[in-house]
Each structure stands twice: as C-alpha cells, then as structure tokens.
T-cell receptor
Framework: KAGVTQTPRYLIKTRGQQVTLSCSPI?????VSWYQQTPGQGLQFLFEYFSETQRNKGNFPGRFSGRQFSNSRSEMNVSTLELGDSALYLC???????????FGDGTRLSIL | QKEVEQNSGPLSVPEGAIASLNCTYS??????FFWYRQYSGKSPELIMS????GDKEDGRFTAQLNKASQYVSLLIRDSQPSDSATYLC????????????FGSGTRLQVQP
C-alpha cells in the first residue's frame, strides 16, 4: 500500500513568490493535515481537512491557504513568501480525524 | 501551560538499557495518544498508539497511559543506537477538535 506522497520534495523560491505544495494521502484516507516544522518551533499545525472541508486552522497568517479535492488529495499554497517560511512542510493522512496520522516525507522549502 | 509537554533532552542511555520518555497533557477530555519517532532529516513515523489506561506493549516498546494524572510515557527496552532519534508525543482531543496536538519532542541518544 503506497504511503503519503508529497511533491515536490525540495523547492527553492525567492521572497515575494508564491508556492503550491501537493499531498496525496494513503488510499482510503479522507483526512489530511498539514504541519510546518522548523528547528526552533517544532511541529506547528497549519490546517486539517476532512471530506473536502477545512475542520481546523492553526495560527498562521492568511498567506497560508489550502484545499482538499474530492479524491482526498490536498494542496497548500503560500503567497508572498518570506524568509521565515523556510521550513519542512509535512502532510499527514488518516482514515478519519480520530485515527492515527501517517506522515509523508515532506517538502523542504527554502526561501532565498 | 503548553497543551502537550515533553522534556526536550537529550536523554542519554547506554546500549541495552531501558529508555523512559515522558509526556504530560493539559486537556482532560483527550481521547487517544500516540508516539512518533523522527530521525534527523526525516518525517515522523508512528510507533505506538494507546487509548485506555494501562500499558500497551509492542516488541521492545511499551506505552503507558494514566488519564487521571494526564500522563503518557514510552519505554524502550534493550535500547539500540538505532533508537537514537527524537520522540514526539501526540494527543487527540476528540471529535471536533484539532486532530492532533504534538509535543516538542524528546531527543534520545543511545550510547554504544
């Protein structure tokens, strides 16, 4: 059974640009959550989607947005990139929000 | 008070010893509890889940839950250098809440 797939694995952008990250959950999983991980802040929650609906959102500015499609695949978008957005972005999927989450390998975003 | 608290470590144990990792949480209505292992540069990997008071064993790993004390722990028996990683405690606060809240992690070092 394929795991959570995140693309791309690595991204280099410059300040002011925007970026879209993609996440394909494990087959049959309908819940997708996104996290930002930095050395200083640890794992910080971005959003949670279930059946195409955003259930919860973390304390991030409006530049961070996401969505989930009918096939449960999810995307997150960051606009007007800032240096501080450099991080590992992790997607995790689960059967439903109450089940254990399984993580993808992440997208490492570097802002120059 | 943080929602999920862990000692950041590093916790250093000799090879073959028992490593004991601890986690406390603040929300009494929390329903389920998970331990993730994260190697440097990798994404978190689910290693244990526990839902009711008591102990749950899986190979060299034992998770312990005490809801009255709002405390969950992970014991690693016969620790190996390959167990050296950061261990993240995660708590699910139940339907309708954010899916998972993570602690900041405890770094474990197993000395050969």
């Amino acid at each position: 059974k394929a795991g959570v797939t995140q693309t791309p694995r690595y991204l280099i952008k410059t300040r002011g640009q925007q970026v879209t990250l993609s996440c394909s959950p494990i087959s049959g999983h309908r819940s997708v959550s996104w996290y930002q991980q930095t050395p200083g802040q640890g794992l910080q929650f971005l959003f949670e989607y279930f059946s195409e609906t955003q259930r919860n959102k973390g304390n991030f500015p409006g530049r961070f947005s996401g969505r989930q499609f009918s096939n449960s695949r999810s995307e997150m978008n960051v606009s007007t990139l800032e240096l501080g957005d450099s991080a590992l972005y992790l997607c995790a999927s689960s059967l439903d929000p109450d089940q254990p989450q399984h993580f993808g390998d992440g997208t490492r975003l570097s802002i120059l | 008070q943080k929602e999920v608290e862990q000692n950041s470590g590093p916790l250093s144990v000799p090879e073959g010893a028992i490593a004991s990792l601890n986690c406390t949480y603040s929300d009494r209505v929390s329903q389920s509890f998970f331990w993730y292992r994260q190697y440097s540069g990798k994404s978190p990997e689910l290693i244990m889940s526990i839902y009711s008071n008591g102990d749950k064993e899986d190979g060299r790993f034992t998770a312990q839950l005490n809801k009255a004390s709002q405390y969950v722990s992970l014991l690693i028996r016969d620790s190996q250098p390959s167990d050296s990683a950061t261990y993240l405690c995660a708590v699910n606060r139940g339907t309708g809440r954010r899916a998972l809240t993570f602690g900041s992690g405890t770094r474990l070092q197993v000395q050969p």
